[in-house]
């Protein structure tokens, strides 16, 4: 659907997220595949502003990385880590490209109805960020434990940036 309503389309990417959106005072930012729900108190910080691309450097995403941010994965890989399409698109990743979403609206927090400049990767070839996965473990960017059944991963977003920087500039099909 080329429409968000920020207060009324449903999280895509699971429950905890859709409950997250549903809590008072939660803000949302603005981005029709790749928005971002937060609530605490720089919410309204990261999320004022979201770049055109899912996660240049105005998004949720880079701003995480940047704000030294922990990154939590429960129960899932690294494929979820999106903060790592972050560093992709500030390195600008060559496989990484981009296409319109010409037809992109959006319906605000106040009810008004317009225009969302929108972009969505067209990566070729797709990414894997599971090898990334060791590596982060073993520069102590990343924690594992487990809460019940669920591995959960807990990532330091300033490790993880340099980490990913570094490992991309050497071999830019590392995650592909």
């Known amino acids: 659907d ?7 389309t449903p999280s895509r990417v699971g429950v905890a997220a859709e409950a997250l959106r549903r809590r008072p005072g939660a803000r949302r930012s603005h ?8 609530v ?5 910080e990261l999320t004022a502003e979201h770049s055109v691309t899912p996660c240049g450097s105005a998004s949720p995403f880079a701003k995480l990385l940047r704000w030294d941010a922990r990154i939590a994965l429960f129960g899932r890989d690294q494929n979820v880590n999106t903060c790592l399409h ?3 698109e500030e390195i600008a990743l060559p496989r990484v490209g981009y296409r319109d979403i010409p037809t992109a609206r959006i319906r605000d927090e106040a009810g008004c109805e317009g225009p969302l400049p929108t972009q969505v990767h067209n990566s070729n070839p797709a990414y ?3 090898p990334a996965d060791r590596p982060l473990y073993d520069c102590g960017a990343m924690t594992v434990t487990t809460i019940g059944n669920a591995v959960v991963r807990l990532i330091r977003g300033q490790a993880c940036r340099q980490w990913a920087i570094a490992a991309l500039k050497e071999d830019p099909t590392f995650l592909s």
């Open 86 to 88: 972050a560093v992709e």
């Open 2 to 8: 080329p429409l968000i309503d920020i207060l009324h």
């Open 31 to 38: 981005h029709l595949t790749h928005s971002v729900c937060a």
């Open 128 to 130: 894997d960020f599971n």
């Open 40 to 44: 605490g108190a720089r919410a309204a």
